[in-house]
């Protein structure tokens, strides 16, 4: 993912760089990221930010100091206001999925093997959302703290990756379980 969104940074001007790191760093899916207004991002510097997700019951998602960066020099940039859309499009509307999705297959040809192209790996420009995801889990958040982030399910996370919940990867205080699980005297039965 790094090597694809170094190509766009490269090679797009325009929102679409933003647009995919946001994406890459907070697990928002591209519709939720392409209706997000310069209002709903707050941007401390040097510091977690955060951006409000108007879609569904609405949540608020951290934004690690670095992304905080990249919208803050996008905003200054483009010389948008509070009330604009964060990622507008060429024409000045919402950045379209054609605009991002003909940027995203330039940057997998340009970056990928063709074996890779060929074995679809990121094949979708939701594979960010997907790397978000991973990369929450192997950092530790608990699930049911990326899944009220990404606005799913607990179990949808399980589903959806299961190589973060084998048993062989956890450590289980056996004494414990025992302790916890013993039952009343047994002696008499």
């Given at each position: 993912?790094?090597?694809?969104?170094?190509?766009?940074?490269?090679?797009s001007p325009g929102a679409v760089f933003?647009?995919?790191?946001?994406?890459?760093?907070?697990?928002?899916?591209?519709?939720?990221?392409?209706?997000?207004?310069?209002?709903?991002?707050?941007?401390?510097?040097?510091?977690?930010?955060e951006v409000l997700v108007r879609s569904g019951e609405g949540r608020r998602v951290p934004l690690t100091p670095e992304i905080?960066?990249?919208?803050?020099?996008?905003?200054?940039?483009?010389?948008?206001k509070a009330g604009d859309l964060l990622f507008p499009g060429e024409q000045g509307g919402p950045l379209s999925s054609c605009e991002y999705r003909r940027v995203w297959k330039q940057a997998r040809q340009?970056?990928?093997?063709?074996?890779?192209?060929?074995?679809?790996?990121?094949?979708q420009v939701s594979s960010l959302r997907d790397s978000s995801l991973d990369a929450w889990l192997?950092?530790?958040?608990?699930?049911?703290?990326?899944a009220e982030w990404a606005g799913v399910s607990a179990s949808w996370i399980a589903?959806?990756?299961p190589h973060h919940f084998r048993l062989e990867d956890?450590?289980?205080?056996?004494?414990?379980?025992?302790?916890?699980?013993?039952?009343?005297?047994?002696?008499r039965l």
């Open positions: 993912m790094r090597a694809l969104l170094e190509w766009v940074r490269e090679e933003p647009f995919f790191a946001s994406m890459a760093s907070t697990a928002l899916s591209p519709g939720e990221a392409a209706s997000v207004r310069v209002c709903d991002v707050t941007l401390p510097e040097r510091e977690f930010g905080v960066g990249v919208l803050r020099r996008w905003i200054d940039r483009a010389g948008l340009a970056v990928l093997s063709p074996e890779e192209v060929q074995a679809g790996a990121g094949e192997r950092a530790g958040v608990p699930v049911w703290g990326a589903l959806r990756y956890v450590e289980i205080d056996w004494d414990h379980l025992e302790e916890i699980l013993r039952l009343p005297d047994t002696s």
